[in-house]
């Protein structure tokens, strides 16, 4: 399949001192206050944030649908404000809340419309075109005009158009919001698919962590109009790692008594949290170096119990996104 | 990459014209049946009543040009509202193209759709009322453009209004009567009346449709005026348009409605 072309420099998108006030009944709300961040070629990055963090506003900045106070947008080391129209050749968006298709004409109508305003020929790129329908199960569809497709296809359709214009950069705002989960997981596989694909530079914004840590490879995160947290998922999540066990064993008549065993758990490992039933025994335990697991095994070992399962607590991006969060909000509350 | 934009615009404006074509035959049956009640009208009461050029062909090339002066900034100006309504604006702004050039290509399109209609509304009122105009399309399609161009001049200015404040229909309705008053500026006694927009569009008008006047008899002072009010008037809604277009941007109003 025909890809965007590829470019040149390393950092494809670099905003530097990104500053927005807006005035709402002679009350000054700041928007966003400082962000800079850059994005490499080909990176799909993520942008989380609770409501009103600025999120939608730094990428309307970026596109130059809001006129930032201050602060530099540079894509492909094109000036955005100096060289809007270069610019936009290089960057594509689904917009919130936005409908960013006609309703009344069909999704094949909408795709070739919004690519060619784009200045991509429908002519020339039918046959990307019909990937992107093949990828996003729209080809059942294309003929049928928007208004007339469930809220999934709809916003499928946004993403055709946005990606049929091959735009090296291409934002998505918020692109799962309101689908159902079948649909979100759709879009997020074709998301996956067009990103390894054809290599392109994708920013997406959204509330569903899920989204972020399926699609994308690095995290930012915007608290009150400044970026708190900017890190690949990977380390994020290895920032929040514990090392939280849960060690299940069955109570049997090889056990040596169990009162003795639970004493000795106690005494070595006074963090830990014990739970009996009739048949089982459940220990809870956040141990404080790598080595003290091999420790209560060795005890447990000893006393003969026979270990059930050995589960270690999964950190995802929600509870690190939360922690960071709360963390944020309590250093400036 | 200007072509391709053009001809993506002039489909889709064409495509979604087709799709609301009840829309548009009720234009054409609305604009008729107000014609023919104010041409019945000014008969029973006397053509002197208006200042149309005095008589009942008067009137007619008055409402030719009140049509395309209306649809001439309704376009513009309600598509904007329109867009900024169902949330497709933000992304015409997207486009490298620019937005002031989709309206404009857009626009282009709708021009020939509505001259069409109104060549149409034209000939059913000739039909129907039995009035003799001089239909020299040589002489009467240049004063068209001008007056339609000047009337985009509005439109674009009306339009950066929408930009900011959305809902602005109500305006609108104002604008349209305001239009009428303008067509009835006696010249005598106002000479400063040439320099406003429309104006001398219709007395060109008069003279060709009514006098069999052709355009290059026109004198050279009224065609220099006529010619310098289409360029001032576009250019003023053009600069106000952008006017709106930065305040809208600054203000983060692109996206709401």
């Known amino acids: 399949m025909p890809s965007p072309p ?26 966003i206050k400082d962000i800079s961040f850059s994005v490499a070629e080909g990176e799909m990055v993520g942008f989380l944030g609770p409501n009103g963090a600025g999120k939608t506003t730094t990428i309307k900045s970026i596109l130059g649908l809001v006129k930032p106070d201050s602060g530099t947008v540079t894509v492909d080391g094109i000036d955005c404000a100096r060289n809007h129209r270069e610019a936009m050749k290089q960057m594509a968006a689904v917009l919130e809340g936005a409908r960013n298709t006609y309703w009344r004409l069909t999704v094949w109508e909408n795709i070739r419309f919004f690519a060619g305003i784009h200045g991509v020929s429908a002519t020339k790129e039918k046959d990307y075109f019909e990937y992107l329908l093949e990828v996003l199960k729209l080809q059942d569809k294309r003929n049928t005009e928007v208004r007339n497709l469930s809220s999934g296809y709809k916003q499928k359709t946004a993403v055709a158009c946005a990606l049929a214009k091959k735009t090296p950069l291409v934002f998505l705002d918020e692109p799962t919001l309101g689908l ?45 109009g400044r970026i708190v947290t900017d890190e690949s998922i990977d380390g994020l999540l290895s920032l929040f790692r514990t090392r939280n066990y849960r060690i299940v064993i069955s109570q049997n008549t090889n056990m040596q008594h169990a009162e003795s065993l639970l004493a000795e758990i106690n005494s070595g490992f006074p963090q830990a949290e014990i739970s009996e039933t009739p048949n089982t025994i459940e220990i809870a335990v956040d141990f404080k170096n790598p080595f003290e697991i091999y420790e209560l095994i060795e005890t ?19 509870r690190a996104f939360l922690e960071i969060v709360r963390r944020e909000n309590g250093l400036c509350g | 990459m200007w072509l391709i934009a053009l001809k993506a615009s002039w489909r889709q404006t064409f495509t979604l014209a087709m799709r609301y074509l009840f829309n548009f035959f009720s234009a054409v049956i609305t604009m008729y049946i107000v014609f023919l009640l104010m041409f019945y ?56 193209v620019g937005y002031k050039w989709l309206a404009f290509f857009s626009q282009s399109l709708n021009s020939l759709l509505n001259l069409a209609m109104i060549s149409v509304i034209t000939a059913i009122m000739m039909f129907t009322t039995g009035q003799k105009l001089n239909l020299d399309m040589l002489s009467i399609l240049p004063v068209f453009i001008a007056v339609y161009i000047q ?93 709106a277009e930065n305040k809208a941007k600054a203000m983060g109003l692109l996206g709401q409605y």
């Open chain 1, 180 to 224: 159902d989960v079948e649909s979100s997981y759709e879009l997020r596989a074709a998301l996956r698919s067009l990103q390894s694909e054809e290599e392109r530079t994708i920013v997406v914004s959204s509330h569903d962590m899920k989204v972020i840590q399926d699609v994308c490879d690095r995290v930012i995160i915007i608290s009150g």
């Open chain 1, 300 to 318: 447990l070992r000893k006393s003969g119990a026979p270990i059930e399962s050995i589960t270690q607590e999964q950190v995802d991006l929600e």
């Open chain 2, 151 to 243: 009337a985009c001049g509005l439109g674009f200015a009306l339009a950066g209004l929408a930009l900011i404040f959305k809902r602005i229909q109500s305006f609108f309705q104002i604008v349209t009567f305001g239009v009428i008053g303008l067509f009835m500026i006696p010249w005598a006694s106002f000479p400063w009346a040439k320099y406003l927009p429309f104006t001398m569009g219709q007395h060109l008008l008069q003279e060709i449709m009514m006098k069999g006047m052709k355009i290059t008899q026109a004198p050279a002072g009224h065609l220099t005026v006529f010619a310098a009010v289409t360029v001032v008037y576009l250019g003023a809604g053009l600069g106000l348009f952008a006017l």
């Open chain 2, 41 to 96: 009208g000014v008969r029973a009461v006397g053509a002197g009543a208006l200042d149309l050029g005095g008589t009942l062909e008067g009137l007619f090339t008055g409402y030719i040009i009140w049509m395309i002066v209306l649809v001439g900034y309704q376009d513009l100006a309600y598509n904007v509202a329109s867009e900024a309504q169902t949330g497709t604006l933000e992304q015409l702004y997207l486009s490298p």
């Open chain 1, 6 to 31: 590829r470019r040149e420099s390393e950092c494809y998108l670099d905003v530097q001192g990104l500053r927005k006030t807006f005035i709402d009944k002679k009350r000054k709300v700041e928007a």
